[in-house]
């Protein structure tokens, strides 16, 4: 079986997901989904979508990952407004992501560039404005390898 939800269940149908799954809130949790499949190619659990009143939520999976997008949760005074996380996400062929979120029409802030860290990332912003790295997977190297631009150290000072 490929990359589905099968990998994410324990042998006892028990919900199963990373150590962190983040969330982020949309107004519009159709409209979100369908965009991220479409622009970026991730997968949505649809069985466990869930939808009432004025709001909703589901979960996408990206490899071995797994986020939520859900309306805004007033208990934690959220907003779609109030943006500040930044998602990271490795896929195995950032050139062809990068020409498909385009096509698509994902706002692009930084074409695809090589980092000093050996990894190869693009940025964009969603449908709703929140962020997104996607970065090339198997590139970065181990900290000791980086090739630091000039001002910048590595380590505890």
């Not at 199963?16 to 969330?23: H, M, N």
């Not at 208990?75 to 109030?82: A, I, L, P, R």
Request: charged residues 25%; contains cysteine; proline residues 4%.
């Amino acid at each position: 079986m490929n990359n589905s939800s099968a990998e994410f269940k324990k042998s006892d149908d028990r919900w199963k997901a990373p150590d962190i799954v983040p969330s982020i809130a949309y107004s519009n949790v159709e409209k979100a989904v369908e965009w991220l499949e479409r622009v970026f190619g991730f997968k949505e659990r649809s069985e466990s979508r869930l939808s009432w009143p004025g709001g909703g939520m589901a979960w996408m999976e990206v490899g071995n990952s797994l986020f939520q997008v859900g309306t805004p949760d007033e208990t934690w005074g959220q907003t779609t407004e109030n943006r500040g996380v930044m998602m990271k996400v490795y896929v195995d062929e950032l050139d062809r992501h990068y020409d498909n979120a385009s096509m698509q029409g994902a706002e692009i802030v930084c074409e695809p560039m090589d980092g000093f860290w050996g990894g190869r990332t693009y940025r964009a912003l969603d449908l709703e404005g929140n962020m997104w790295e996607i970065s090339q997977a198997g590139r970065d190297l181990s900290s000791d390898q980086w090739k630091l631009p000039p001002g910048v150290v590595r380590g505890k000072s």
